[in-house]
């Protein structure tokens, strides 16, 4: 069986610095990956996904993620930071041969300071 | 504007008492999903639905019922809630294809005294 490994729970940055979000997954195929974000009273919103080819994905709102096979890593990576991107992350991973069939992590709240 | 809707946004009851929470989507999506969310948990995946009339257990599908009887809606039934069901429930649909996205109803909070 997969599972989502978000080691840390709370991050806090100040507006500006640059961001990287930890995921670490567990499955013996080719993974499907995805990382989500929810801002406060809201659903969970896609910011990007990899499937295969290019490592290194682009999302929307300035987000790009890297996929290491062999690290098993998926980690989310910003390089300026704005307040609005206050907010919990979730990285998942698809399982049985179908990305719509996730397995999500624990998530990592992200402070953002003025 | 397409969306995926649920109500009630919330919710509290009593042990014991059925109840529903609605599920919507205006996308025509094959697929549709329910996830509870608790804290340090993450989501979890309750029940999935490949399409009408083929519906699937997720993760944690114990003390929940789901029917597919039409495209747009995925109904999520309580048929005997209890506290430990206490949690916010996100409701999801996508379609079928290789670059599919799920898309999430605003959630639900349930509170079961």
């Known amino acids: 069986a997969q599972s989502v490994t978000q080691p840390d729970i709370h991050i806090t940055v100040s507006e500006g610095a640059s961001l990287e979000l930890r995921c670490n997954y567990s499955?013996?195929?080719?993974?499907?990956l995805f990382w989500y974000v929810q801002s406060p009273g809201q659903g969970l919103q896609l910011l990007l996904k990899?499937?295969?080819?290019?490592?290194l994905v682009q999302g929307i709102k300035g987000f790009e993620a890297e996929f290491k096979r062999s690290q098993s890593s998926f980690n989310l990576r910003k390089p300026s930071v704005h307040w609005s991107d206050a907010a919990e992350y979730f990285c998942a991973v698809g399982r049985s041969g179908s990305a719509r069939q996730l397995t999500f992590g624990s998530g990592t709240q992200l402070t953002v300071l003025p | 504007e397409a969306q995926v809707t649920q109500n009630p946004r919330y919710l509290i009851t009593v042990t014991g008492k059925k109840l529903t929470v609605t599920c919507s989507q205006n996308m025509n999506h094959e697929y549709m999903s329910w996830y509870r969310q608790d804290p340090g948990l993450g989501l979890r995946q309750i029940y999935y639905?490949?399409?009408?009339?083929?519906?699937d257990k997720g993760d944690v599908p114990e003390g929940y019922k789901v029917s597919r009887k039409e495209k747009r809606n995925f109904p999520l039934i309580l048929e005997s809630p209890s506290p430990n069901q206490t949690s916010l429930y996100f409701c999801?649909?996508?379609?079928?294809?290789?670059?599919?996205?799920?898309?999430f109803g605003p959630g639900t909070r349930l509170t079961v005294t």
């Open positions: 990899y499937f295969s080819g290019d490592t």
């Open positions: 499955y013996g195929a080719t993974p499907y």
């Open positions: 999801a649909s996508s379609l079928q294809g290789r670059s599919y996205e799920q898309y």
């Open positions: 639905s490949m399409n009408v009339e083929v519906t």
